[in-house]
Structure formats: C-alpha cells, structure tokens
C-alpha cells in the first residue's frame, strides 16, 4: 500500500485507543518478572509456561507476553523491522517519578530520558530486548504550539533529580 495526499474514509473517532500489544519473548518467567515485579503490572491470566497477561487497574489485559514462537529466541538484530518500542502512560508525573525510584533501586539502566514539550520520558529495554517508554503527558493546554497553532514537540534532556523529587 503506497502512501496518499488525501483520506480515502473519514477519520478514526477520536476515542479509539490502543488497547494492548502482545510480545514475543525468550523467557516467561523473566519477563513476567520484568513487567510485574518491576514495573508493577498485576498478572491476571497465565497460560502455562506458554502465556500471560498482565494489566494496569483491573483491565483484561495491557500486555500480552507469550513464547509460542520465541522460547529461548534471542532479540531481533539491529537494522531490522519489528517493535521499536511500547510506551506505557502514567496518569501524573508523580507516578513517573514513583517508576524511576523504582528502576533506580534495582540497577536498571535507562536508554535515555527526554522531556518532549507535550510529556516526559524514560527509555529503557525490556529483558528481551524490546524498547520501553515510560511517560506522562503534560496537560494539552500546556503542550507548546507553533505560531499556526500545531504542536511543536522537541527532545531536551530530562531532570531527573527533578523527576525523583516528586516521587
């Protein structure tokens, strides 16, 4: 499918959200581990050794984690397509801080940490390798714009004394 100037059907509604992905990974346990433990997701379904879902809140599930094709696998080589990153929303910057203390206290490296304008960002892999971003936005009325009124995002380097102040 070739790229167009123009729609071909109306609009998505504007409250259609992405609902959950669903990862391949190497190990289970592991990555149950990564995603329960230290991110705090609660498992609320497990297949065996195959399968689990975990979620934020009581929701079915936000993250799917299965090894039906990847047991044991090892992460995609740089330079291929697959899953740059998921990205999971923090409701307040509060509990973005809360996530960084955390991955803090258990020696997890972070990729790189941004603050974009319209949020702030923590990147970091998953034990799979598979990119994470942990974020909050900023309140749209506080989203820079340009002068036409569009948003007008950036990169700068976050403050992350600043952020774990208000953990």
């Known amino acids: 499918m070739e790229p167009s100037d123009e729609q071909s059907s109306k609009p998505i509604h504007p409250e259609v959200r992405i609902g959950h992905v669903h990862l391949k990974v190497a190990d289970l346990d592991r990555a149950i581990a990564f995603y329960r433990d230290l991110l705090g997701f609660q498992l609320t379904q497990r297949y065996g050794r195959q399968a ?3 979620s ?4 079915h599930h936000h993250i799917g984690l299965n090894t039906w094709e990847s047991d044991g696998g090892s992460p995609p080589a740089p330079g291929h397509t697959g899953l740059y990153h998921l990205a999971i929303l923090y409701p307040n910057r509060a509990e973005l801080a809360d996530a960084l203390r955390r991955l803090i206290k258990r020696g997890v490296q972070l990729e790189g940490a941004s603050d974009h304008g319209v949020s702030e960002a923590l990147y970091l892999r998953d034990p799979d390798g598979n990119g994470v971003e942990l974020y909050w936005d900023r309140p749209k009325a506080q989203w820079p714009r340009t002068a036409e ?10 403050d992350l004394e600043a952020l774990l102040k208000q953990a």
Do not use: E, K, N, S
Not at 149 to 158: A, E, K, Q, R, V
């Open 52 to 54: 689990a879902f975990l």
């Open 149 to 158: 009124g569009g948003i007008d995002m950036f990169t700068h380097p976050l």
């Open 56 to 59: 934020a809140g009581g929701y």
